[in-house]
């Protein structure tokens, strides 16, 4: 079962007012599975979070299909299972914390009795406890950030979607919204998130969809994209005399007083780490190094 | 319930600037200084009490429904906020509407605040209250309704610095639109003289809600005048609000 | 689909909205008469109002001032003419076309001749350059006041400027012998006769000259026949008598030396031709 579906999104912007289109987004394909992680993963500009907007309604597509649990999402009403965190938290400053979450859940046409039950379990989930009556303009970024997430699981939604959600937090904060990504995860949801920073994809994601300059360039599962190649071994070693090593025709790099070798397969490890033990050196580290993101990243879009 | 919250959340909004009681205490304490200004003129003081402080409410209200109408829908573009109401299921004619219920429900606090306290004002020093003056208050505030609903026009396709001088613009033509029947019969060639009676039939004539001068000098008033030109003014606002809806509709946030 | 049903829909409101505004107006005759209300700030309150666009607020006004004056419908639009046409030319003291027309609507529909005048003479003080309004403050002077000590003072002045055509030159000279200075009109024609160029000048040179010497002679030769008469109880039967009786010196000759026509009758004399300028009055 699908929850997100987009076929062949296309979007251009007018520059000015002399016919001339620029192309934004070039045949947009992405499916996302129900109850997945999806990471959608790119460079500044490249057009993520112009894709959710579209999604959102707030752009209109030039063609193509977006299918939100196999419904068209042209029609408002879509957007009930929907939960969504914008990449700058705008939030209106002369509201209280509680006050926002309040006018969010009128929005959904959540009962008020129903609304304040869902805004205090929020609260405390976010780690707002205590400053429910705050005025959001006397909030730090960070508590926007956190209120800016409550407020888009004011509806309890099937399909949360954030946009850059993990730019411009700090370790720990980055920590706490995986987990709460992958609280939401366990409990059901489908969460589909953009980013241009790698390191919380490979953490989180299931699914990851590449986009490069409007186009998606690599769509899979994350298992699928990265574990299946080791590249190579990385052996480190000491405690053997120099000559002794370069008179066996071992390819090394030397740090310090420990010998770095990169094998390029199981065999060649396997005869490196018998010659150390034979010379009775130390095996430091043996590292299987796996194709990350970054390179597959930086292979696809040369 | 959505279209409320829009409209609970425009009217906290524009309560919680203290523009908005700047400017009504200003609509106040000018109609009170109307007193001072009637100890100046010999004879009919109540008519430059009454006219002083009806101008002065009625200088201030309309200066209260231009800046929040403007500020409005301006700080909701300008600070993104609409992003993330635009994301909630939530069709743009609701909002739209709702805005606009927001609004004339904070316009008629102001101005009923204001007509209370000036009608106080006026029972205390002259011991009678002219009836009348409150369907001057009634038209007035259809004219701010108005107002409003073309300020939503301009806001729904145009950035504010514009939107708020096309509505100050159109608000000071409307109020000189009559000078233009003398003028339209003056063209003699087809074009311009059809060109010119469409912008004298599609442009609104706010001066149609302004009987000040006949209150003031206690003439007698018309009841159907009073009439068409509320029944004008629920269906030019119906007219503005469907053109509003209309572009907003077309409209996207980048 | 939905757009459609909109636009529609704006169109039927605007629409019915055109349609109260009709039914409302059509209660009111715009074109009944009426006492117009009109008056204005001080040009300087203008000034300042109009954040130093003087001019176009000045032509603005006198655009308006066109339209105003032509509302004939209007009662009581003459009643601050002066003030009006005094604002706009303080606004803009360049604006030719509003002394000029300004003037021609006092004169000729208000009938305020020496308020044209006024004008007028404001327009030749701020504009030095132009002989038109001293012309036409002559003219006003002379037609409608006849005071032609004024239109001839005028019509000098106006011919002091280096643009003015010929003519005005002849209007001054007419002035002066219409006020009945014949001796300096007969100098001043002889002047034009002698510096004209065209054709027309030279035959309106002609003719005036003809007229003034015959009633330059007609005013000295008339005593001299009436004391003959008393001398002799009856009038001379020609002009010669006068002569030999030695009231005259010489018999006069008109200007083409022609002698004048005697009649012995009336004791008046005539000229071969008549040019009776100054019998309009």
Same mark, same amino acid.
């Given at each position: 079962m699908k929850a997100l579906e987009i076929r062949d999104l296309r979007k251009s912007f007018?520059?000015?007012?002399?016919? *001339?289109?620029?192309?934004? !987004?070039?045949?947009i394909n992405i499916n996302v599975e129900k109850g997945q992680i999806y990471g959608f993963l790119g460079p500044n500009g490249a057009g993520k979070t112009i894709t959710i907007k579209c999604i959102l309604g707030l752009l209109f597509p030039d063609s193509g299909q977006i299918l939100i649990n196999n419904k068209?999402?042209?029609?408002?009403?879509?957007?009930?299972?929907l939960g969504f965190l914008p990449e700058?938290?705008?939030?209106?400053?002369?509201?209280t914390a509680k006050e926002f979450l309040h006018f969010s859940a009128m929005l959904f046409s959540i009962p008020s009795k129903k609304a304040s039950e869902v805004s205090k379990k929020l609260i405390k989930q976010v780690g707002l406890?205590?400053?429910?009556?705050?005025? !959001? *303009?006397?909030? $730090?970024k960070g508590m926007l950030q956190r209120i800016g997430f409550a407020q888009a699981l004011i509806n309890d939604p099937d399909i949360v979607i954030l946009d850059e959600?993990? $730019?411009? !937090?700090d370790p720990i904060g980055r920590k706490e919204l995986r987990d709460i990504v992958i609280a939401l995860k366990n409990s059901g949801k489908t969460v589909f998130f953009s980013s241009h920073i790698l390191q919380d994809m490979e953490l989180i994601a299931d699914k990851v969809g590449i986009i490069f300059n409007g186009n998606i360039i690599k769509e899979g599962k994350l298992s699928d994209l &990265? $574990?299946? $190649? &080791?590249?190579y071994y990385d052996v480190i070693f000491s405690n053997i005399d120099k000559k002794k090593v370069e008179a066996n025709k071992i390819n090394f790099v030397c740090r310090d007083e420990s010998y770095i070798v990169r094998c390029q397969d199981i065999n060649t490890m396997n005869n490196i780490i018998e010659f150390v033990i034979l010379n009775k050196g130390k095996i430091l580290s043996v590292t299987p190094i796996k194709m990350t993101l970054e390179d597959i990243f930086l292979k696809e879009i040369k | 319930m959505k279209l409320r919250a829009i409209a609970i959340n425009t009217f906290k909004e524009a309560v919680r600037n203290k523009i908005y009681y700047l400017l009504i205490a200003f609509g106040i304490v000018f109609a009170f200084s109307s007193r001072l200004v009637s100890l100046l003129?010999? %004879?009919d003081q109540v008519r430059v009490l009454k006219n002083v402080g009806l101008a002065s409410i009625n200088f201030f209200s309309v200066l209260i429904a231009i800046f929040t109408g403007i500020n409005l829908i301006y700080k909701e573009i300008d600070k993104k906020t609409i992003l993330n109401i635009m994301s909630k299921p939530i069709s743009r004619r609701d909002f739209i509407l709702g805005k606009f219920l927001g609004l004339s429900y904070t316009l008629l606090v102001a101005l009923v605040s204001m007509a209370t306290v000036f009608l106080l004002f006026l029972l205390i020093s002259? %011991?009678?209250?002219?009836?009348?003056i409150l369907v001057y208050f009634c038209l007035l505030y259809f004219e701010l309704l108005i107002i409003i609903s073309i300020s939503l026009v301009f806001s729904s396709f145009s950035t504010p610095i514009l939107s708020s001088i096309f509505t100050i613009n159109l608000y000071l033509i409307g109020h000189v639109l009559w000078t233009f029947n003398e003028f339209k019969t003056r063209l003699v060639e087809p074009i311009t003289r059809i060109i010119i009676y469409l912008i004298y039939y599609i442009?609104?004539?706010?001066?149609?809600?302004?009987l000040r001068d006949q209150i003031v000098s206690n003439e007698k008033i018309n009841p159907m005048i009073v009439l068409t030109s509320i029944l004008y003014a629920l269906v030019y606002i119906a007219a503005m609000l469907t053109l509003a809806i209309l572009i907003f509709n077309k409209r996207e946030f980048k | 689909m939905m757009s459609l049903k909109l636009a529609a829909a704006f169109l039927i409101l605007i629409a019915l909205g055109g349609f109260l505004q009709f039914s409302y107006d059509s209660n009111?005759?715009?074109?009944?008469e009426h006492d117009a209300f009109v008056s204005f700030p001080t040009s300087k309150t203008l000034k300042i109002l109009s954040f130093g666009n003087t001019n176009f607020v000045a032509d603005m006004l006198f655009i308006w001032t066109i339209q105003f004056y032509s509302?004939?419908?209007?009662? @009581?639009?003459?009643?601050y003419i002066e003030n009006i046409f005094n604002i706009i030319t303080d606004l803009n003291?360049?604006?030719r076309a509003a002394y000029y027309y300004g003037a021609i609507i006092m004169a000729l529909?208000?009938?305020e001749f020496k308020m044209a005048i006024k004008l007028l003479k404001k327009g030749s003080r701020n504009m030095k350059q132009e002989w038109i309004f001293d012309y036409e403050s002559g003219y006003y002077a002379y037609k409608y006041l006849k005071d032609y000590k004024l239109a001839e003072e005028f019509y000098l002045k106006a011919s002091r @400027?280096?643009?003015?055509?010929?003519l005005i030159k002849r209007r001054r000279a007419h002035m002066v012998y219409v006020r009945d200075d014949l001796e300096l009109a007969l100098r001043l024609w002889m002047e034009i006769q002698a510096n004209a160029k065209t054709q027309v000048e030279k035959d309106a040179a002609f003719n005036h000259l003809y007229q003034i010497k015959f009633e330059i002679e007609t005013k000295a030769l008339g005593p001299k026949i009436n004391a003959y008469k008393e001398r002799y109880g009856r009038y001379p039967i020609h002009l010669e008598e006068l002569k030999r009786v030695g009231l005259i010196e010489s018999i006069p000759k008109d200007y083409l030396g022609d002698e004048y026509l005697y009649d012995n009758k009336t004791g008046k004399i005539r000229a071969k031709r008549m040019y009776k300028w100054k019998k309009l009055f």
């Amino acid at each position: 079962m699908k929850a997100l579906e987009i076929r062949d999104l296309r979007k251009s912007f007018r520059s000015n007012f002399l016919f *001339k289109k620029y192309e934004i !987004l070039k045949a947009i394909n992405i499916n996302v599975e129900k109850g997945q992680i999806y990471g959608f993963l790119g460079p500044n500009g490249a057009g993520k979070t112009i894709t959710i907007k579209c999604i959102l309604g707030l752009l209109f597509p030039d063609s193509g299909q977006i299918l939100i649990n196999n419904k068209p999402a042209t029609n408002p009403e879509i957007r009930q299972i929907l939960g969504f965190l914008p990449e700058y938290p705008f939030f209106y400053d002369y509201l209280t914390a509680k006050e926002f979450l309040h006018f969010s859940a009128m929005l959904f046409s959540i009962p008020s009795k129903k609304a304040s039950e869902v805004s205090k379990k929020l609260i405390k989930q976010v780690g707002l406890e205590g400053k429910e009556n705050i005025k !959001l *303009k006397n909030f $730090s970024k960070g508590m926007l950030q956190r209120i800016g997430f409550a407020q888009a699981l004011i509806n309890d939604p099937d399909i949360v979607i954030l946009d850059e959600p993990f $730019s411009g !937090l700090d370790p720990i904060g980055r920590k706490e919204l995986r987990d709460i990504v992958i609280a939401l995860k366990n409990s059901g949801k489908t969460v589909f998130f953009s980013s241009h920073i790698l390191q919380d994809m490979e953490l989180i994601a299931d699914k990851v969809g590449i986009i490069f300059n409007g186009n998606i360039i690599k769509e899979g599962k994350l298992s699928d994209l &990265v $574990s299946h $190649s &080791v590249q190579y071994y990385d052996v480190i070693f000491s405690n053997i005399d120099k000559k002794k090593v370069e008179a066996n025709k071992i390819n090394f790099v030397c740090r310090d007083e420990s010998y770095i070798v990169r094998c390029q397969d199981i065999n060649t490890m396997n005869n490196i780490i018998e010659f150390v033990i034979l010379n009775k050196g130390k095996i430091l580290s043996v590292t299987p190094i796996k194709m990350t993101l970054e390179d597959i990243f930086l292979k696809e879009i040369k | 319930m959505k279209l409320r919250a829009i409209a609970i959340n425009t009217f906290k909004e524009a309560v919680r600037n203290k523009i908005y009681y700047l400017l009504i205490a200003f609509g106040i304490v000018f109609a009170f200084s109307s007193r001072l200004v009637s100890l100046l003129t010999l %004879g009919d003081q109540v008519r430059v009490l009454k006219n002083v402080g009806l101008a002065s409410i009625n200088f201030f209200s309309v200066l209260i429904a231009i800046f929040t109408g403007i500020n409005l829908i301006y700080k909701e573009i300008d600070k993104k906020t609409i992003l993330n109401i635009m994301s909630k299921p939530i069709s743009r004619r609701d909002f739209i509407l709702g805005k606009f219920l927001g609004l004339s429900y904070t316009l008629l606090v102001a101005l009923v605040s204001m007509a209370t306290v000036f009608l106080l004002f006026l029972l205390i020093s002259t %011991g009678d209250i002219d009836w009348n003056i409150l369907v001057y208050f009634c038209l007035l505030y259809f004219e701010l309704l108005i107002i409003i609903s073309i300020s939503l026009v301009f806001s729904s396709f145009s950035t504010p610095i514009l939107s708020s001088i096309f509505t100050i613009n159109l608000y000071l033509i409307g109020h000189v639109l009559w000078t233009f029947n003398e003028f339209k019969t003056r063209l003699v060639e087809p074009i311009t003289r059809i060109i010119i009676y469409l912008i004298y039939y599609i442009l609104p004539n706010l001066e149609k809600f302004n009987l000040r001068d006949q209150i003031v000098s206690n003439e007698k008033i018309n009841p159907m005048i009073v009439l068409t030109s509320i029944l004008y003014a629920l269906v030019y606002i119906a007219a503005m609000l469907t053109l509003a809806i209309l572009i907003f509709n077309k409209r996207e946030f980048k | 689909m939905m757009s459609l049903k909109l636009a529609a829909a704006f169109l039927i409101l605007i629409a019915l909205g055109g349609f109260l505004q009709f039914s409302y107006d059509s209660n009111i005759d715009y074109f009944a008469e009426h006492d117009a209300f009109v008056s204005f700030p001080t040009s300087k309150t203008l000034k300042i109002l109009s954040f130093g666009n003087t001019n176009f607020v000045a032509d603005m006004l006198f655009i308006w001032t066109i339209q105003f004056y032509s509302s004939l419908h209007i009662k @009581n639009r003459f009643d601050y003419i002066e003030n009006i046409f005094n604002i706009i030319t303080d606004l803009n003291p360049q604006l030719r076309a509003a002394y000029y027309y300004g003037a021609i609507i006092m004169a000729l529909e208000a009938r305020e001749f020496k308020m044209a005048i006024k004008l007028l003479k404001k327009g030749s003080r701020n504009m030095k350059q132009e002989w038109i309004f001293d012309y036409e403050s002559g003219y006003y002077a002379y037609k409608y006041l006849k005071d032609y000590k004024l239109a001839e003072e005028f019509y000098l002045k106006a011919s002091r @400027n280096p643009e003015a055509p010929s003519l005005i030159k002849r209007r001054r000279a007419h002035m002066v012998y219409v006020r009945d200075d014949l001796e300096l009109a007969l100098r001043l024609w002889m002047e034009i006769q002698a510096n004209a160029k065209t054709q027309v000048e030279k035959d309106a040179a002609f003719n005036h000259l003809y007229q003034i010497k015959f009633e330059i002679e007609t005013k000295a030769l008339g005593p001299k026949i009436n004391a003959y008469k008393e001398r002799y109880g009856r009038y001379p039967i020609h002009l010669e008598e006068l002569k030999r009786v030695g009231l005259i010196e010489s018999i006069p000759k008109d200007y083409l030396g022609d002698e004048y026509l005697y009649d012995n009758k009336t004791g008046k004399i005539r000229a071969k031709r008549m040019y009776k300028w100054k019998k309009l009055f």
